[in-house]
């Protein structure tokens, strides 16, 4: 240990700033606009344009001037949660419906506004939020729902707390039950949906999901719905309390563990919109990861997955905090810019704005960071942004992992439970010197495991930007990947 201190004093180099790498540039709107913006998509010109949570759309020309304009598109929409482009219109949720607005001469303002689907019930509750519309491969919408709290003055209302699938013709199937909160949804390059969901009753802390046809995602309010025909699929049993998480399958057969826990404040509180970064690097050298607001921390993490066997599990890192304010809604444009839709109406937020709308941009420069990480049989490999120094990296005492799980019970959000301590064995580090390859004993499928690489640095003596990283193992892979 005395080797290692001293190792780490000789190699000491000021820290880093996330800013210096991703700066954030606000866009401000007229004066007396409230932009608490809902949704973010991009018209076929590349112009952006945004919705509100007050109900209005706006187009945005010069974007990425000094002084960007605001077209008002539309107003008097009831709490829009997403923008979809899609065969000359622009599709939108609203809380009691999905609509589709069109602009015909070319005014920037909307001259048709239809419903699509109007199939769900509200019962007057606040809290009844849609978020989407996602376009599946079959030409299908999927919007999620989100479950009352509270009076519900016009009595319960069936499909909350469900993922819903919307044919063109405005027919509407439920798909996935057992929603909470699940303020994101969206498509991955490959073609699955995924979705985030919030910490409270039944979810012990945020967690980003496959939506699966039939699945159930652990929250029971909204089984009843189930009975109706418009359910095709085995009705979700009512779930265990007070058991671990990883365990509520034994008894719930169609339940669905997430591919990610998000660990409460140390990677944010209230997950959101996500993207995948699509870019081919003009977002810095994350390319194909996911990137995920948060509301309560306004900041955004990022996901790196991977499929183990039929299961998704990944890592989640620290990315950039110190937005503006609650961010719920994110999306990359062409120039590889993600842009960030921001409020705090209702959801305590740490930003200093009660809303905003920025965009991160990449400076150019490499963070050194962990890019990824990967499961092994016995282990993780860690590949990095830019070479290790191998003197440190190959010490077992520059990692340290932490374990454990949830409850999955009716109280709001769960402690981490079931606490262990994995023993790094071995550290290896390859040839290239961008990757290490650890030996862990005492890993644990279906559990979170939480790594501090504090002791690593850079060839230059630079510490991590983040050197801590939350990887959720569903699964272990039966064999190693072959050492490079």
Same mark, same amino acid.
């Given at each position: ?12 180099? $000021? @820290? ?9 540039? =606000? ?8 932009? !608490? ?13 945004? &919705? ?11 974007? +990425?001037?000094? =002084?960007?304009?605001?077209?008002l598109? &539309? ?15 622009? +599709? ?6 999905? /609509? ?17 689907? #109007? $199939? ?8 009844e939020?849609?978020?989407g519309?996602?376009?599946?491969? #079959?030409g299908?919408?999927w919007?999620?729902? *989100? ?16 993922a ?16 909470? /909160? ?29 939506l ?24 979700? &049993?009512?779930?265990? *309390? !007070? ?39 003009k977002?810095?050298?994350? $390319? ?6 948060d509301q ?24 950039? =905090? ?10 990359? #444009? ?5 842009? &960030? ?56 005492? /520059? ?8 409850l ?12 262990? $301590? ?44 983040? @050197? ?5 193992? *569903? ?10």
């Open positions: 240990m005395i080797a290692f201190v001293l190792a780490l004093a000789q190699h000491f180099v $000021a @820290p880093e700033s996330e800013a210096a790498y991703y700066r954030a540039e =606000k866009l401000t709107p007229p004066a007396g606009t409230v932009l !608490e913006v809902s949704g973010i998509t991009f018209l076929e010109d590349e112009r952006p344009i945004v &919705c509100t949570r007050r109900g209005q759309v706006f187009v945005i020309d010069d974007a +990425y001037g000094e =002084k960007p304009r605001f077209e598109f &539309c107003e008097g929409l009831q709490e829009p949660m997403g923008l979809l482009p899609h065969e000359g219109w622009i +599709y939108v949720t609203q809380r009691g419906e999905l /609509s589709r607005m069109r602009d015909l001469d070319g005014d920037d303002r909307v001259d048709e506004l239809e419903t699509v689907c #109007d $199939a769900w019930p509200i019962s007057g509750n606040y809290h939020y849609n978020f519309p996602v376009l599946a491969d #079959d299908r919408f919007i999620t729902t *989100n479950k009352p709290f509270g009076d519900e003055p016009f009595g319960r209302a069936k499909w909350r707390g469900f819903l699938a919307i044919a063109p013709d405005g027919t509407m199937q439920p798909m996935c039950a057992g929603l909470r /909160s699940p303020a994101g949804i969206a498509k991955s390059p490959w073609g699955e949906l995924f979705y985030t969901d919030n910490q409270g009753e039944w979810v012990g802390t945020g967690k980003l999901s496959v699966v046809d039939g699945g159930f995602y652990g929250h029971p309010w909204g089984i009843f719905s189930c009975a109706d025909p418009l359910w095709t699929f085995t009705k979700p &049993c009512e779930p265990p *309390n !007070e058991v671990k998480s990883v365990d509520v399958r034994a008894t719930c057969p169609t339940y669905e563990l997430p591919a990610v826990w998000f660990p409460y404040d140390k990677t944010g509180r209230s997950q959101c919109g996500l993207a995948w970064d699509t870019t081919e690097g977002f810095g050298p994350f $390319a194909g990861q996911l990137f995920i607001g309560y921390q306004a900041s955004v993490v990022r996901v790196a997955l991977e499929r183990v066997g039929d299961r998704w599990q990944g890592a989640v890192f620290p990315f950039r =905090k110190g937005l503006s304010s609650g961010v719920i809604r994110v999306a990359f #444009d062409a120039r590889g810019e993600l842009w &960030c839709g921001e409020t705090d109406r209702g959801w305590g937020s740490l930003g200093t704005e009660p809303w905003g709308l920025e965009r991160l941009v990449w400076t150019g420069g490499t963070p050194f960071e962990i890019r990824t990480m990967r499961a092994l049989a016995d282990g993780f490999e860690l590949e990095f942004t830019r070479a290790v120094d191998v003197e440190l990296a190959s010490l077992e005492a /520059s990692y340290r992992f932490e374990s454990y799980t949830y999955h019970h009716e109280g709001y959000g769960s402690d981490e439970v079931d606490r262990a $301590a994995p023993r790094v064995a071995l550290a290896s580090v390859a040839a290239d010197r961008r990757s290490v390859r650890l030996s862990v004993e005492g890993l644990r499928e279906g559990y979170v495991h939480e790594l501090h690489a504090d002791g690593v640095r850079d060839e230059r003596g630079h510490k991590l930007l983040h @050197p801590d990283a939350y990887y959720t193992l *569903n699964a272990l892979p039966r064999a190693s990947r072959s050492a490079r």
